[in-house]
Structure formats: C-alpha cells, structure tokens
C-alpha cells in the first residue's frame, strides 16, 4: 500500500509537466476535490490488491479469519488515505518526473524499514533498540500498520487512529495550499 500510495502521486508530476495539469485545475470543481480523488483511487486501487494478495495467501495456506479481512478495511482505507496524501505532498516539490524517483526513494524506504511493518512495534523495545523503536514510534507509517494489525484481531488502536487521521489531514492540507498557484509551492514554481 505504501508504494502503490506513493507512486500514484507520480502521475500528477507527469501531468504538471505535460500540461494536463493545468487544463484539470481550472476546471469547475474545487481544487482540493480533484486532490482527494486521485488519493481516493489509489486507495480503493491499493485495498483491492490487499484483497487479491490476501485471496492468493488463502490459497496457499495463510489465511485469516473473514471476521478480520473485513475489520481491516477501515484501517486499509484511513492508511491509504494518509499515505496517498503524504505522496500527494511529494510532488509538491517536485519539479521534474525524474527527481521524482529520488525523492520516493527517500521517503519509501526510511518510512518502510523504520517501522513496526517488519518487526512489531512491542518486539523492538522488548529487544532493547530503544533507539529504533522511538523512531519507528514517531515514524506515521508504523501506525497505519500498527492500525490494520489491531484491527484484524477486531481491535481499535486509539493512538495509531488519530495519528493516521491527523497526519492525513495535515499532509493533505499542506499539499492542496501547495497546489494553490496564488498561495502554494506549484505557483512559485511555475514563476521561477
């Protein structure tokens, strides 16, 4: 989900430097309202390849309950849209699809490997890496994961919610004033 959340982001750089862009935001609909629809598609996107991969592991013996694989959808849903919208702030600065990469790159992977995704978030302070664990604690990717792993015991973690909802909001909001030609990043850009 993480990358899938990401990359779609890539195609807004694509369509900023192709021009399509600009044709898409004057159009009647509110800005912030074409942003969240591209982040809302590659949520639904991602969850039905959650689903699919899912499905296959069930095939091949790895499976949980039905109770648990609809319990997570919220938690896929709220993950997929903070993390879309974290991507969506990604390309605010970003001039060119080929710095793009870089930059994903640079976001993907510390987000992934400084996470509870790996090694439960419990297990690293049990272990003594204090030092990763306040990291991966701080790191919003941890709760997104942290979310769908309490919900698929059909659990509800308070603390990883309102850090998805709230790192959500704050990214979408920073990245919809970034799109705003006369207030945000993509204006200044455009001048420079």
Same mark, same amino acid.
């Given at each position: 989900m993480?990358?899938?959340?990401?990359?779609s982001?890539?195609?807004?750089?694509?369509?900023?430097?192709?021009?399509?862009?600009?044709?898409?935001?004057?159009?009647?609909?509110?800005?912030s309202?074409?942003l969240?629809?591209? $982040? *809302?598609? &590659?949520?639904? #996107? =991602? @969850?039905?390849?959650?689903?699919?991969?899912?499905? /296959?592991a069930?095939?091949?013996?790895?499976?949980?309950?039905?109770?648990?694989?609809?319990? $997570? *959808?919220? &938690?896929i849903? #709220? =993950? @997929?849209?903070?993390?879309?919208?974290?991507?969506? /702030?990604?390309?605010v600065?970003?001039?060119?699809?080929?710095n793009?990469?870089?930059?994903?790159?640079?976001?993907?992977?510390?987000?992934?490997?400084?996470?509870?995704?790996?090694?439960?978030?419990?297990?690293?302070?049990?272990?003594?890496?204090?030092?990763?664990?306040?990291?991966?604690?701080?790191?919003?990717?941890?709760?997104?994961?942290?979310?769908?792993?309490?919900?698929a015991y059909?659990?509800?973690d308070?603390?990883?919610?309102?850090?998805?909802?709230?790192?959500?909001?704050?990214?979408?909001?920073?990245?919809?004033?970034?799109?705003?030609?006369?207030?945000?990043?993509?204006?200044?850009?455009?001048?420079?």
């Amino acid at each position: 989900m993480l990358n899938n959340a990401v990359s779609s982001a890539l195609s807004l750089v694509y369509d900023r430097e192709a021009g399509v862009m600009r044709v898409m935001l004057v159009s009647p609909l509110p800005r912030s309202f074409l942003l969240f629809a591209k $982040i *809302l598609g &590659a949520t639904i #996107l =991602s @969850g039905l390849q959650i689903y699919v991969f899912l499905g /296959l592991a069930a095939i091949f013996g790895y499976y949980m309950p039905l109770s648990g694989m609809l319990l $997570i *959808l919220p &938690a896929i849903f #709220l =993950s @997929g849209i903070m993390l879309g919208s974290i991507g969506l /702030l990604i390309t605010v600065y970003t001039r060119q699809i080929e710095n793009f990469a870089g930059m994903m790159n640079f976001v993907i992977f510390p987000m992934f490997f400084l996470s509870s995704a790996i090694y439960p978030l419990w297990k690293l302070r049990e272990s003594g890496a204090e030092l990763l664990y306040w990291i991966a604690a701080i790191n919003p990717f941890t709760h997104a994961v942290e979310l769908i792993r309490f919900s698929a015991y059909g659990k509800f973690d308070t603390v990883s919610a309102a850090v998805v909802v709230s790192c959500a909001v704050i990214a979408f909001s920073l990245a919809a004033r970034g799109y705003d030609p006369n207030r945000g990043a993509i204006g200044r850009i455009r001048r420079g």
